[in-house]
Each structure stands twice: as structure tokens, then as C-alpha cells.
Nanobody, 125 residues
Framework: QVQLVESWGGLVQVGGSLILTCAVS????????VAWFRQAPEKERGYVAV????????TYADSVKGRFTISRDNGKLTLFLQMNSLMTEETAVYYC??????????????????WGQGAGVIVSS
């Protein structure tokens, strides 16, 4: 059973940066695909970034390409999301997620069975 525990989110000004962390237990990071999703108020939860189990394969939502980076520390069983040049519309609850590894890169929310509790990020103007 994979468990995910996120760090606190935060308040950041437009154009600022923030890093989110997610502690993983119950399995090694090389055995699972991991991802970050976010849900803004009154909107559906959508994917932000995915890292396949192999670690070197990643994909990003078009809106965050070049600004966000997903990474992991295998030894510390920790997943990261580095967010730069944040915009007000990126105010949301951010979730880390995991699924058993499989072929390909998966960004569909419904295929992820393990979720963190969510971290609130507020981007102020």
C-alpha cells in the first residue's frame, strides 16, 4: 500500500517560485509512476506533471512546460515539484499521486490510485 504525504503549500507572489514535496512510503519510487495534479476552485482536477517509474521519462501539461519541474530523490523516497514564474490562475490545491508502474506515461487522473492529502498554493498579485 503506497502512502503519500505532502508538505504544506504556501503563499507566493506572482512571478515567484515554490517547491512542493511529497513523502512516499510503502514502495520504492522505481516501482511506481508518480504525478502531480492540481484543482483550482470550482474546476476539475487536472494533471500538471508525470514521471514514469524509470525516472527519466517525464511529461508536463502545456501550461507549465518550461516553468515546472518534477523530480524525485530515490534514497529519500521523496517527490518534488519545483514551480517557477507562478501566475494567479495557478492558485489551487496540488496533489501528488502514484500508480503501479506500467508501460508508457499516464496523465489520466482516474488511473492513479494513491493520492496525497493536498497542499494549498495561493499566488497573489
Amino acid at each position: 500500500q503506497v502512502q503519500l504525504v505532502e508538505s504544506w503549500g504556501g503563499l507566493v507572489q506572482v512571478g515567484g517560485s515554490l517547491i512542493l514535496t511529497c513523502a512516499v512510503s510503502g514502495n520504492s519510487l522505481s516501482s511506481i509512476d508518480v504525478a502531480w495534479f492540481r484543482q483550482a476552485p470550482e474546476k476539475e482536477r487536472g494533471y500538471v506533471a508525470v514521471m514514469a517509474w524509470i525516472g527519466v521519462v517525464t511529461t508536463y501539461a502545456d501550461s507549465v512546460k518550461g516553468r515546472f519541474t518534477i523530480s524525485r530523490d530515490n534514497g529519500k523516497l521523496t517527490l518534488f515539484l519545483q514551480m517557477n514564474s507562478l501566475m494567479t490562475e495557478e492558485t489551487a490545491v496540488y496533489y501528488c499521486a502514484a500508480r503501479q508502474r506500467s508501460v508508457g506515461v499516464h496523465s489520466t487522473r482516474g488511473t492513479y490510485g494513491y493520492w496525497g492529502q493536498g497542499a494549498g498554493v495561493i499566488v497573489s498579485s
